[in-house]
């Protein structure tokens, strides 16, 4: 984690009532080309900056970021160095299906100080992963789990994998069900309250399969509207914003933005 100005942070934090939270599946930085699967424009980085700087959070977490894979480079740092976020977190998880050579990586930055930095892989399936047309999927979609500590709560961050790209569901009773319980699990080992949690979940109702999201009585903070592009009428709620019950909903949104995910972000008061 890279650390730096720990007397304006601890000064930031003491001024600030409020936590403001954003969450956002960038992919690697390349903004959206159409609606086909895994079709984007040429990289542009600066454009997710500037849209995250609008946003002005406290904490940004990152899913499908990108990382060089001698791990000297990454899309959560360039991040932070230009927005001035002194606290990262960056974690890489898998090869990356949008650019070969790079990693993708699930990724906390903070402008609050954090500790206790833990990064924790998801069990994978128990089947080979196929994709649709039948071709094998290989070995690129291990996911991860972040978490962190500030003075006072805790930050988990993470992206679930897109088991419906492979006719599979978290909620099918077989391969995906299985792989939801092992999912809960982990997150049942690692996350306490109180807690702010991002993710890219990749299901609609994450509360209804993991039953430690329940244990923990997490609420929703995003208002119920697509969280991705998608054809007129179809449903794309795969990002969420969950909060514990030690918080008060301030605001929330979803922003409209030129990628495959949009931006989400949420506001808060600690009781």
């Known amino acids: 984690m890279n650390v730096r100005c720990l007397t304006a942070a601890a000064s930031y934090i003491l001024s600030h009532m409020n936590v403001k939270i954003a969450s956002w599946n960038i992919a690697g930085g390349y903004p959206l080309g159409t609606l086909k699967q895994f079709d984007y424009s040429a990289p542009d980085l600066s454009y997710f900056i500037e849209k995250l700087r609008q946003v002005d959070a406290d904490i940004i977490c990152l899913q499908e970021s990108h990382t060089s894979e001698d791990n000297q480079k990454s899309n959560a740092q360039d991040i932070a160095d230009a927005l001035g976020y002194p606290y990262v977190f960056n974690s890489v998880a898998s090869n990356s299906h949008i650019e070969k050579g790079q990693k993708l990586s699930t990724a906390i930055l903070s402008r609050l100080p954090v500790t206790n930095e833990k990064c924790i892989f998801f069990p994978d399936p128990s089947a080979p992963l196929v994709w649709r047309d039948g071709r094998p999927a290989g070995e690129m979609h291990h996911k991860n789990m972040q978490v962190v500590k500030t003075e006072k709560f805790s930050i988990a961050n ?114």
């Open 158 to 271: 993470n992206q679930m994998l897109p088991i419906h790209l492979f006719s599979l569901g978290y909620d099918d009773g077989g391969v995906g069900s299985e792989l939801a319980q092992g999912i809960h699990e982990t997150m049942a080992a690692n996350v306490t309250a109180p807690v702010l949690w991002c993710g890219d979940f990749n299901f609609e109702e994450p509360l209804s399969i993991y039953p430690h999201l329940r244990n923990l009585k997490l609420t929703e903070a995003l208002p119920d509207v697509n969280t991705r592009p998608a054809v007129e009428g179809a449903k794309k709620r795969t990002d969420h914003i969950f909060y514990s019950s030690e918080f008060t909903l301030v605001d929330s949104g979803v922003e409209i933005v030129n990628a495959d995910h949009y931006l989400c972000w949420a506001e808060f008061e600690m009781k």
